[in-house]
């Protein structure tokens, strides 16, 4: 399976973006989907994840409350839906898959085995 991330951009604090992940060669259904993020000079950062039928979703401290992670198996794509975006937010954000089937969601990028490029997303202050 090959993730593509889709939607970022430059968005003013306080905004709202919606990232899209597109997945092709394979479906994705069955597989634990997560979102994390690298800013410049930092290292790797939990966003969210999703479980393989879509009834748990858990997000990193920072952006609970403000994202909300979701997925279409029909679209074989997962959505990352921000609001109240800050400029701490600032960040590639990359679409990840877990391995093996009907796993469960988790913070624990290691657990995740086919990752897409990243989008790009800029906050302005």
């Known amino acids: 399976v090959q993730l593509q991330a889709f939607g970022g951009g430059l968005v003013q604090a306080g905004g709202s973006l919606e990232l899209s992940c597109a997945a092709s060669?394979?479906?994705?259904?069955?597989?634990?989907m997560g979102w994390f993020r690298q800013a410049p000079g930092k290292e790797r950062e939990f966003v969210a994840s999703?479980?393989?039928?879509?009834?748990?979703?858990i997000y990193g401290d920072s952006v609970k409350g403000r994202f909300t992670i979701s997925r279409d198996s029909g679209k074989n794509t997962v959505y990352l839906q921000m609001t109240s975006l800050e400029p701490e937010d600032t960040a590639v954000y990359h679409c990840?898959?877990?391995?093996?089937?009907?796993?469960?969601?988790?913070?624990?990028?290691?657990?995740?085995?086919?990752w897409g490029q990243g989008t790009l997303v800029t906050v302005s202050s």
């Open positions: 990840t898959a877990r391995g093996g089937l009907f796993t469960e969601a988790s913070s624990d990028y290691k657990n995740f085995d086919v």
């Open positions: 060669g394979r479906t994705i259904s069955g597989r634990a």
């Open positions: 999703i479980n393989w039928s879509g009834g748990r979703t």
